[in-house]
């Protein structure tokens, strides 16, 4: 069993950054896609940014330019950075892994945090 443990989020002001941290429970890197997914309230769920195993990355439009997903595989860890935020980024923010793909959904779920942009 994976477990995905979340730490960075909270209040932000328009403009600023943040960065999102998501740990695992095992060295799960080598054979799981990983990604970022949020949440805003009355919208559906948006798959913002993944890592592939290989470390390809990819984003959604609206976060293109902005943020950025990183690993250490060191620390088992990957990284949501997170620059220029709008109030529009305000959502719950879910970490995610899967074997083999993050849509329609991942077989595993970090608890997700809170991400509030206002000034």
């Known amino acids: 069993q994976v477990q995905l443990v979340e730490s960075g989020g909270g209040l932000v002001q328009p403009g600023g950054s943040l960065r999102l941290s998501c740990a695992t429970s095992?060295?799960?890197?080598?054979?799981?896609?990983m990604g970022w997914y949020r949440q805003a309230p009355d919208k559906q769920r948006e798959l913002v940014a993944t890592?592939?195993?290989?470390?390809?990355?990819s984003y959604a439009d609206s976060v293109k330019g902005r943020f950025t997903i990183f690993r250490n595989n060191a620390w088992d860890t990957i990284y949501l950075q997170m620059n220029s935020l709008k109030p529009e980024d305000t959502a719950v923010y879910y970490c995610?892994?899967?074997?083999?793909?993050?849509?329609?959904?991942?077989?595993?779920w970090g608890q997700g945090m809170q991400v509030t942009v206002s000034s």
């Open positions: 890592i592939s195993k290989g470390g390809t990355t």
């Open positions: 995610a892994a899967d074997r083999v793909r993050l849509t329609p959904s991942p077989d595993y």
């Open positions: 095992q060295s799960i890197f080598d054979i799981y896609l």
